[in-house]
C-alpha cells in the first residue's frame, strides 16, 4: 500500500493490521474516530459492528451528550465487469446474524490502518480501493470516501442502516415507529416519523478530476433487516439484537484518479470538504506530539495524540460560552468529575494544553453544590449528580497542579479559590451522604449501601465493595487538599484553619490506617471494624506530595503493593491471596473492582515507587521497564488507545472501554515523569 500523504503526522507512524488472515481477531479489534463535540464513529476493524455502541455515525445531540446511534452501517459492494461481459459483485461491509456473516467482506479486506482518517484496503480481483472515515470537527457529521488506486474501476453501491436510538437502546421493527425516508434533490433524509429525534441527511458525490462533484443516484428500496447480531454486547450478558432500516440504494461510478464520498449528517444537512478535515486534525494531532519533545519514544507521542479524542466542548447554555471537558472513555461514559481531574494534569498539562485545562477546571468549578464536584452530568440533561466523595478533592489537586504549571495566580484567586475553600468547609462541617470531618480530622462519609469512592461497582442494589466510613486514600487526598489551601489562601484565617485541621489529619492517619501486621494501610475503617484487604488505594499515601508516614512505612506500603498487585498493565484492585479476587473480569460488575487490574493506577504506583527510591537511576530504569507492555497494547483492543481494565492474571486481556482517559493520561503524564528525571540525573 503506498503512503498516503493526506493523512500522514510527523513522527508519528500508523498502527497499521494485516488483515489477509481475516477471521474473529478482526472481531476483536476497535477503531475510533472523534470530533470535538462528543459524537464519534466507532466499529471493528472488519468493519463489523460488535457493540449496541458502534456505528458510523454517533452524534452528540447536546455536546458531549445525548448520543444518537445516527448510521448504524454503511452495506458497501463493488461491482466490477467480467471478462464475459457480466458482472461481478465484491463485498466491502461484513455483517453478523447468529454467527452467520452476510455479507462478509472480510475476505477482501487487506489492510486496516489507525490514522488520521479510520482507512481501510480492500482488494476485489485486481481493483485495489482505499476506504477512509472521518468525523467533522464541528458538526455531527461523517464522510466515507472511497478511492481507486489499483486497477478497472466500476460502480459503488452503498446501502445505509439506521436505527436513529438513543445509543444504549435497541431498535425493534414492531416496536412504535414509523422510519420512514423523504427524497432531496442531492440525497435523503431518514427520519421516524413518530418522534422529534431528528433526520439524518444522506448523501452520495463522484469525483472525477475536473469534471467536479457528480450525485450518486439513489433507488428506493424501504427494508427491515432482522436480528443483527452484536456478539460483545452478549458478551457483557446485555441484549444483543438489533433490527435496522434501510430506505435504498446509492449508486456511483468509482473511476480511474476519482472518487466517492458518502456523507450523514444529524440533524442539519452538511456538506464534509474530507480533505480540508483531515488537515485540520493533522495540525491539531501534531502540536500534541511536538508538545512531548523531540526526545519523547513513540509510545509517549502515541499517548499524547490519543488524548485528544477526550478533550471535547460542553455549552454552558449561553449562546457563546462553552468550555472544555473530558470524555472519560468511549464508548460509553460521558464527562465524569472524577475522571476528569484524575485525567486532566496528564492529558493537558504535559501536553501544554493549558487554555483547556482551565476550561475544564471552570465546567467543574461552576458546578459544585453543597460543597461538591458533580460526580456526573446527566446523559439526558437533567442536572447533575453528586454521589462522589473524591472528585471534589481531586479537583482540589488538579487546580494546584494547573497553576503550579502555569503560574496562573490570577485564575486561582479570580476562579478556583471561592469553589476550593467552599468544598473544604462543606467537608468539614457535614454535606451530602453523611460526608464530615470527625474529631479527630479525617473524612468519613457514606454507609453500606454506598458507593462514594471510584470502586462504585454495584450489582443491584448491593456495593460490591462496601467502602464507607474512613477510606485510606480519601484521607490522604483530603489531607493533601487541605495542605494546598493553607498555602494558596490570602486570607489568614483560612491559612489557620485549613493547616491545623491538616495536622490533625496527619496525626490520625497513621494511627488509624496503619496495619502491622501486614506491613502496609488498612483500606478503610469504620464502626464495623478495620478492612485489611490489601487493594492499591494505599499507595495514594505515599504519592501525595505531602508527607503522612515515615519513610520506613512508605517503603514497606511500596513493597506489598509492587508484591501482591502489580501486573504489566497496572494495579489489580484486591490480592490473589484474598478469597474474594476474581481473575477474570468478563465484563461483570462484581469483579470490577475484585482483582480487576487498572492501568490508570500504574501512576501514583511509579510516582511511589520512584520517590521512596529516590529517583536514583536503577529505579528510573525499573519504571520504564514496567511501562513497556503497554508498547505492545496500542494495537490490541481500542487501536492506538489505552483499555479501561485488564484481567487479573495472565495473559491479561483487556476489557471495559476501548479508549479510557485516565489510562492513557496517567500513563503519560508519568512517563514524562521518568524522562524528566532521567536528563536532571546527568
Known amino acids: 500500500m503506498s503512503p498516503n500523504k493526506v493523512n500522514q503526522i510527523d513522527k508519528l507512524a500508523p498502527i497499521i493490521v494485516d488483515c489477509r488472515d481475516g477471521g474473529d481477531e478482526l472481531l476483536s479489534r476497535e477503531w475510533l474516530i472523534t470530533n470535538k463535540l462528543g459524537a464519534y464513529c466507532s466499529s471493528t476493524i472488519s468493519g463489523c459492528n460488535t457493540r449496541r455502541y458502534h456505528g458510523l455515525l454517533v452524534a452528540a445531540t447536546v455536546p458531549p451528550l445525548g448520543k444518537v446511534v445516527a448510521l448504524n452501517y454503511l452495506m458497501d459492494e463493488l461491482v466490477l465487469s467480467d471478462d464475459s461481459g457480466g458482472e461481478k459483485v465484491f463485498d466491502l461491509a461484513a455483517f453478523e446474524f447468529d454467527a452467520k456473516f452476510s455479507p462478509d467482506g472480510r475476505a477482501n479486506l487487506l489492510e486496516f490502518r489507525d490514522d488520521l482518517a479510520a482507512t481501510f484496503l480492500y482488494r476485489c480481483g485486481k481493483t485495489e480501493i482505499l476506504k477512509e472515515i472521518i468525523l467533522a470537527e464541528s458538526v455531527n457529521a461523517v464522510a466515507v470516501r472511497y478511492t481507486l488506486i489499483a486497477g478497472a474501476g466500476g460502480m459503488l453501491r452503498l446501502r445505509p442502516f439506521v436505527s436513529l436510538r438513543d445509543f444504549h437502546a435497541l431498535r425493534r421493527a414492531e416496536e412504535p415507529s414509523h422510519l420512514t425516508y423523504l427524497h432531496y434533490h442531492d440525497g ?23 469534471v467536479g462533484a457528480i450525485p450518486g443516484q439513489f433507488h428506493p428500496d424501504p427494508q427491515w433487516w432482522y436480528r443483527f447480531c452484536y456478539r460483545r454486547e452478549i458478551t457483557r450478558r446485555q441484549e444483543g439484537y438489533e433490527d435496522l432500516y434501510t430506505p435504498g440504494c446509492f449508486q456511483a461510478g468509482l473511476a480511474e484518479g476519482g472518487a466517492v464520498q458518502f456523507t450523514a449528517s444529524f440533524p442539519e444537512s452538511v456538506k464534509v470538504d474530507f480533505d480540508a478535515t483531515v488537515e485540520r486534525k493533522r495540525q491539531r494531532i501534531e502540536r500534541l506530539v511536538e508538545s512531548v519533545g523531540d526526545n519523547a519514544d513513540e509510545s509517549m507521542r502515541r499517548l499524547a495524540a490519543a488524548g485528544d479524542v477526550f478533550i471535547v466542548s460542553r455549552s454552558h447554555g449561553l449562546p457563546a460560552r462553552t468550555d472544555s471537558t473530558i470524555i472519560a472513555g468511549y464508548p460509553w461514559f460521558a464527562d465524569w468529575g472524577r475522571d476528569a481531574m484524575i485525567s486532566m494534569p496528564g492529558l493537558m498539562l504535559e501536553t501544554r494544553q493549558y487554555e483547556s485545562a482551565l476550561g475544564v477546571l471552570r465546567t467543574f468549578a461552576e458546578a459544585v453544590n453543597e460543597g461538591m464536584v458533580p460526580n456526573c452530568f446527566d446523559d439526558y440533561g437533567g442536572g447533575s449528580h453528586y454521589n462522589s466523595i473524591d472528585a471534589s478533592l481531586w479537583f482540589i489537586i488538579a487546580a494546584d497542579r494547573y497553576v503550579r504549571a502555569t503560574a496562573d495566580e490570577a485564575s486561582w484567586r479570580n476562579i478556583l479559590a471561592e469553589p476550593v ?10 454535606t451530602r451522604f453523611g460526608i464530615h470531618a470527625e474529631t479527630d480530622g479525617l473524612l468519613a462519609g457514606g454507609d453500606a449501601q ?60 497513621e494511627q488509624t490506617f496503619w496495619n502491622e501486621q501486614s506491613g502496609c494501610l488498612y483500606d478503610c475503617v469504620n464502626n ?23 519513610p520506613e512505612k512508605q517503603r514497606s506500603i511500596v513493597k506489598v503493593v509492587q508484591t501482591e498487585l502489580l501486573t504489566p498493565f497496572g494495579l ?6 484474598d478469597p474474594d479476587y476474581r481473575r477474570r473480569y468478563d465484563a461483570d460488575a462484581a469483579a470490577y473492582h475484585q482483582g480487576t487490574v487498572w492501568p490508570w493506577l500504574m501512576g501514583p504506583f511509579i510516582e511511589a515507587y520512584l520517590k521512596v527510591n529516590n529517583f536514583l537511576p536503577d529505579s ?14 496500542f494495537s490490541q483492543a481500542g487501536i492506538g488507545f489505552v483499555s479501561e481494565v485488564f484481567d487479573g492474571d495472565p495473559p491479561y486481556e483487556p476489557g471495559g472501554c476501548i479508549a479510557q482517559a485516565w489510562s492513557i493520561a496517567e500513563l503519560l503524564r508519568v512517563k514524562r515523569l521518568i524522562a524528566r528525571c532521567r536528563v536532571d540525573n546527568r
Not at 475553600?421 to 457535614?430: M, P, T, V
Not at 489489580?572 to 491471596?577: F, G, K, Q, V
Open 572 to 577: 489489580r484492585t484486591l490480592s490473589p491471596n
Open 528 to 550: 464495623e471494624g478495620k478492612d485489611a484487604s490489601i487493594r492499591p488505594n494505599q499507595i495514594f499515601a505515599v504519592s501525595s506530595r505531602y508527607c503522612l508516614l515515615p
Open 450 to 509: 454506598t458507593q462514594l469512592t471510584w470502586m462504585d461497582a454495584k450489582v443491584g442494589d448491593r456495593a460490591v465493595t462496601p467502602r464507607w466510613g474512613k477510606c485510606v486514600e480519601i484521607n490522604a487526598l483530603w489531607h493533601e487538599a487541605l495542605r494546598i489551601a493553607s498555602e494558596r489562601s490570602e486570607h489568614h484565617d483560612r491559612v489557620l484553619l485549613f493547616s491545623a485541621l491538616a495536622d490533625r489529619v496527619a496525626k490520625a492517619f
Open 620 to 633: 528510573l530504569d525499573q519504571a520504564r521497564n514496567w511501562m513497556a507492555a503497554f508498547d505492545g497494547h
Open 188 to 210: 435523503i433524509g431518514i427520519e421516524d416519523c413518530r418522534s422529534n429525534i431528528g433526520t439524518l441527511h444522506v448523501a452520495v458525490s463522484s469525483f472525477a478530476g475536473p
Open 421 to 430: 475553600e467552599e468544598i473544604l468547609q462543606s467537608y468539614r462541617d457535614g
